[in-house]
């Protein structure tokens, strides 16, 4: 099967510019991460999504970063404006419904801010 | 809230050395516990996981059992090769209801010399 895509794989900005990520996951995967990685840490959760509906963005900086998953799909995760603090790596994930089930990871989106 | 911790590093070792990386939890009730790993250059990956308490997980010659009573799931491995360098994290989930959150300890660079 295919696996999870994201684009663009890198992306180098300036401070207080806008920047989208995409994230196509894996056919038939209810959930949907995003996830935030610095350098030399684990990745931190921004929002899951279940379906349509948001299940979890308690640590999404909502007055900067937004989120949405279109038809259930795919989604798009946006910044704006971007700080210094918000060069990472941002990952998409994708796992079928249950419990214990293994989440598929995308090759993520380099994000520099300059 | 539920996390993970990890011994600090990176770890260098030879080819053909024993590895352990030790990893500890803290969780309500009976998380799953997962072990994934990031080669240079790619994307995060499951390596292995144990859904409850005294499983067993293994791939690739890498094995980690999941131990309630000292709430760890360590990961070992008896000849290591060049090819296992990469970065490995230790994560869980929660053991019930819809959120399936995937939370991540900080991870550790291995490095294997020839």
């Known amino acids: 099967e295919a696996g999870v895509a994201q684009s663009p794989r890198y992306k180098i900005i300036e401070k207080r510019q806008s920047v989208a990520f995409w994230c196509n996951p894996i056919?038939?995967?209810?959930?949907l991460y995003w996830y935030q990685q610095i350098l030399g840490q684990g990745p931190k959760l921004l929002i899951q999504?279940?379906?349509?509906?948001?299940?979890?963005d308690s640590q999404l900086p909502k007055d900067r970063f937004s989120a949405e998953r279109l038809k259930g799909v795919d989604s798009t995760l946006k910044i704006q404006p971007a700080k210094l603090e918000d060069s990472a790596v941002y990952l998409c994930a994708s796992s079928r419904e249950g419990v214990g089930t293994e989440a598929f990871f995308g090759q993520g989106t380099r994000l520099t801010v300059v | 809230g539920n996390s993970v911790t990890q011994m600090e590093g990176p770890v260098t070792l030879s080819e053909e050395a024993f590895l352990t990386i030790n990893c500890t939890y803290t969780?309500?009730?009976?998380?799953?516990l997962f072990w994934y790993v990031q080669y240079p250059g790619e994307g995060l990956q499951l390596l292995l996981k144990?859904?409850?308490?005294?499983d067993k997980g293994s791939n690739k010659g890498f094995e980690a059992t999941y131990r309630k009573e000292t709430t760890s799931f360590h990961l070992e491995k008896g000849s290591v090769q060049v090819s296992d360098s990469a970065v490995y994290f230790c994560a869980l989930t929660r053991s019930s209801g819809a959120n399936s959150k995937l939370t991540f300890g900080k991870g550790i660079t291995l490095s294997v010399r020839p």
């Open positions: 969780a309500t009730g009976y998380p799953s």
């Open positions: 144990a859904t409850k308490a005294d």
């Open positions: 056919s038939g995967h209810a959930t």
């Open positions: 999504f279940q379906n349509n509906g948001v299940v979890d």
